[in-house]
């Protein structure tokens, strides 16, 4: 949608495609992703205006929103014309603040009752992620859930755990229970050598400390694995 050679902006869109003014009259709710997606773009190329790059783009993630959140800066500018750097920025971290209002929302003093419950909790920090981290939940002696910390980044097949650092995290928070979880990229939710070795040497650390380990979650995409739920805590 050009006029002389000009991409339109907001401002000189057609009436139906005035997702601003749309949002103004009926809220956010009112949106699609795809003039959600829009309104965060501002202007589209000499092609396409920005409803219809945002479209494209949705389209190209199979209208789904979370396989947005897994591109990068790059990715996006990469692959669209009329997505600059700035855009793009714009657009990770809109993504990146509905996740952490998420976790959040999810997290305020959660009483932990079953792994389901610590799947909801990690899962929206890492279902997103192309590597892996650790992460840490520290619970009272209610298995109420007070603080969740990463405590380590590794590649794409594996991290590195340190146990002590997680202890004396643990210690200085005063938690009394700790679970643990981390996520397979791959989408393979059973565990492997490894991480057997590093929940048995987490288990062992704890003890020697007097803090309980609740449970140690792994995280696919859309499943997740409990060494507790499978007896092997």
Known sequence: MTTDGKHLTLREWSEEDRPREKMMQKGAAALTDSELLAILIGSGNREES???????????????????????????????????????????????????????????????????????????????????????????????????????????QHTVVDVSLLLKTALERGSVCVAVAHNHPSGQNFPSKEDEKITQKIKSGCEAVGIRLLDHIIIARGNYYSFCDEGKL
């Open 50 to 156: 920005a409803v219809e790059l945002a479209r494209r783009i949705l389209a190209r993630c199979s209208h789904s929103i979370n396989e947005l959140a897994r591109w990068s800066v790059i990715d996006l500018c990469r692959e669209y014309k009329g997505i600059g750097e700035a855009k793009a920025i714009s657009i990770v971290a809109s993504l990146e603040l509905g996740k952490r209002r998420n976790t959040r929302e999810t997290v305020g003093r959660q009483k932990i009752t079953s792994s389901i419950e610590l799947q909801g909790i990690f899962e929206p920090l890492m279902i997103d992620l192309l590597h892996e981290e650790f992460w840490v939940a520290y619970l009272d002696n209610g298995n109420n859930v007070f603080d969740v910390r990463k405590l380590t980044q590794g590649g794409i």
